[in-house]
């Protein structure tokens, strides 16, 4: 039986706390991505699911970075420009592409990883070994948790929010 006491204030909750976290490091790796290598951190995060799954259909590759199609896409038309994606229609269905990493974007990429592992290990420097793992297990049962969510009956009904930057 859950006996924990419900959050009284905003500064509390979890999803607060994780968004305040991510505001503080993801600065870090914002910064490093834009001024170093010029591209954004949505860009870096389109760009290490390819590096790490050469040749999704960029629907499979939307899923694989968690973001929806139309901020994929952006994504890849900002590294296709780059020269760093090329998009591949697949033979006999041509709506169909398949996504991968440029020559010279897999040297990018290659230049960028130990940056962004350099962050990391530079965020995780407080905790010890152990701690590490500890976290990151809890890190994956709260997203497998979270992506359940939504199923339940008190939050399938709620719509989905259009946040479209044009208006």
Request: proline share 4%; charged share 25%; aromatic share 6%.
């Amino acid at each position: 039986m859950n006996t924990r006491p419900i959050p009284q204030t905003i500064h509390q909750m979890l999803l607060f706390r994780i968004n305040r976290f991510f505001g503080a490091a993801g600065g870090v790796a914002m910064r490093m991505c834009e001024a170093r290598f010029g591209l954004t951190r949505r860009e870096w995060g389109v760009m290490a699911t390819v590096a790490m799954n050469e040749g999704l259909l960029s629907s499979e590759l939307a899923d694989k970075a968690q973001l929806d199609r139309a901020r994929t896409s952006r994504a890849l038309s900002g590294l296709e420009g780059k020269g760093w994606v090329r998009r591949q229609p697949l033979p006999g269905d041509r709506r169909r592409v398949a996504i991968h990493l440029t020559e010279e974007g897999r040297r990018m990429y290659e230049r960028i990883l130990p940056a962004m592992a350099q962050i990391h290990m530079d965020l995780v420097s407080v905790l010890s070994d152990e701690e590490v793992l500890q976290f990151d297990a809890m890190l994956a049962r709260l997203q497998a948790h979270a992506q359940t969510l939504e199923q339940l009956p008190q939050y399938v009904d709620l719509p989905r929010v259009e946040r479209s930057r044009k208006k």
